[in-house]
Nanobody
């Protein structure tokens, strides 16, 4: 069983930056994918980015060039560096874990990111 603990959300002005962190614990497979999804009010949950244990990454078009996902594999921790934030990035961000890309089966509790002046 895997547990995820997220941190780093908050309120930031447009154009600002935030970094989210997510630490996984429990029975961690050596081959896995960790990533981030988000859900804005009234919208469906969407993929933001993921990174496999082998280093493959995938980003939503809306965040390419602004967000960077990275991992510390020995610490089973994934990070999401978010730069040039826009009001439309406002959402609850969820950390995810799974064996296959784009098919997470463990979700974190979510952390709120609000971009507003």
């Amino acid at each position: 069983q895997v547990q995820l603990v997220e941190s780093g959300g908050g309120l930031v002005q447009p154009g600002g930056s935030l970094r989210l962190s997510c630490a996984a614990s429990g029975t961690i497979s050596s081959i896995n994918t960790m990533g981030w999804y988000r859900q804005a009010p009234g919208k469906e949950r969407e993929l933001v980015a993921y990174r496999t244990s082998g280093g493959t990454t995938n980003y939503a078009d809306s965040v390419k060039g602004r967000f960077t996902i990275s991992r510390d594999n020995p610490k089973n921790t994934v990070y999401l560096q978010m730069n040039s934030l826009k009001p439309e990035d406002t959402a609850v961000y969820y950390c995810t874990y799974g064996l296959l890309p784009s098919r997470p089966n463990v979700w974190g509790q979510g952390t709120q990111v609000t971009v507003s002046s």
